[in-house]
């Protein structure tokens, strides 16, 4: 993740913050904090930003490469994949999901 920020951002300290943000630990209820390993914190400001960041990835430009002529939409982690065709149901629709 922290790559692709590097990627798309310009300014030094958005990278140091994104840095800080997935390595923070996570605050247990009776107060004790617990090292995390991957994720983002739940709830986190940066959250929505960077699973963005990996649905342009993981999913817009695989999308773009496997699919070239197929026409799709993307709303943060919501996807239509507008189809006519039992081409798309068939090879398309079991590969997205």
């Given at each position: 993740m922290v790559k692709a920020v590097q990627a798309h951002?310009?300014?030094p300290w958005v990278v140091l913050y994104v840095k800080r943000w997935l390595t923070a630990p996570m605050a247990l209820p009776d107060g004790t904090l617990q090292e995390r390993d991957r994720g983002?914190?739940?709830g986190s400001a940066v959250s929505p930003v960077l699973a963005n960041l990996f649905m342009h990835y993981a999913l817009d430009a695989w999308m773009t490469r496997e699919y070239p002529g197929v026409r799709f939409e993307r709303y943060a982690d919501l996807c239509g994949?507008?189809?006519k065709s039992a081409y798309a149901d068939w090879r398309i629709m079991p590969t997205v999901a």
């Amino acid at each position: 993740m922290v790559k692709a920020v590097q990627a798309h951002a310009d300014v030094p300290w958005v990278v140091l913050y994104v840095k800080r943000w997935l390595t923070a630990p996570m605050a247990l209820p009776d107060g004790t904090l617990q090292e995390r390993d991957r994720g983002t914190p739940q709830g986190s400001a940066v959250s929505p930003v960077l699973a963005n960041l990996f649905m342009h990835y993981a999913l817009d430009a695989w999308m773009t490469r496997e699919y070239p002529g197929v026409r799709f939409e993307r709303y943060a982690d919501l996807c239509g994949i507008p189809h006519k065709s039992a081409y798309a149901d068939w090879r398309i629709m079991p590969t997205v999901a």
